[in-house]
């Protein structure tokens, strides 16, 4: 008997659907330079008067550039996680998550402001659920993977 209890099949995928959601109502501003500017000044202002360690540079083009990709891809994934959860996306999905939550403390450390750390708590959260045991699963890289059906 396992220490720890795994998820079943139906609980997983609506995990993996709530993700989704969740990136997609946090990362829809990214996606337009003019709703990620207004983001970018509401996250300075309340770092500000949270009086949170660490810089928030002014954006130039390169930084909108890249925020506008990022919010492009993401919000697709995240359509697609909550159109048709499977095991492979979420599994796909926790990897991504931990590589976030790499970056986002090495910004930190390196000098960004903290208020990143908000975005890298639900991270870490999602990234450990998505990869929880699933009980009945087939393996994810081979076989059939819990289809979105089972949800």
């Known amino acids: 008997m396992s220490f720890l209890a795994s998820f079943s099949a139906p609980r997983y995928l609506r995990i993996v659907r709530a993700s989704g959601w969740y990136d997609l109502l946090v ?4 996606v337009l330079p003019w709703t990620f500017a207004w983001l970018y000044v509401q996250l300075g202002l309340l770092a500000a ?8 540079r002014p954006l130039d ?5 890249l925020a506008n990709l990022l919010g492009s891809v993401v919000v697709v994934w995240s359509i697609a996680r909550i159109a048709a959860p ?14 976030f939550a790499a970056w986002q403390i090495y910004a930190v ?5 903290a ?16 990869w929880w045991r699933v009980a009945g699963a087939a393996p994810v890289w081979g076989g059939s993977a819990l289809q979105a059906a089972s949800a």
């Open 61 to 65: 083009a390169t930084a909108m550039l």
């Open 86 to 99: 499977t095991l492979l996306l979420g599994r796909l999905d926790g990897v991504a998550r931990f590589l």
């Open 27 to 30: 990362t829809w501003p990214f």
């Open 49 to 56: 008067s949270l009086g949170l360690p660490g810089t928030m």
């Open 109 to 113: 450390v390196q000098g960004a402001n």
């Open 115 to 130: 208020i990143v750390l908000g975005f890298t708590v639900l991270e870490v959260l999602f990234g450990v659920l998505q």
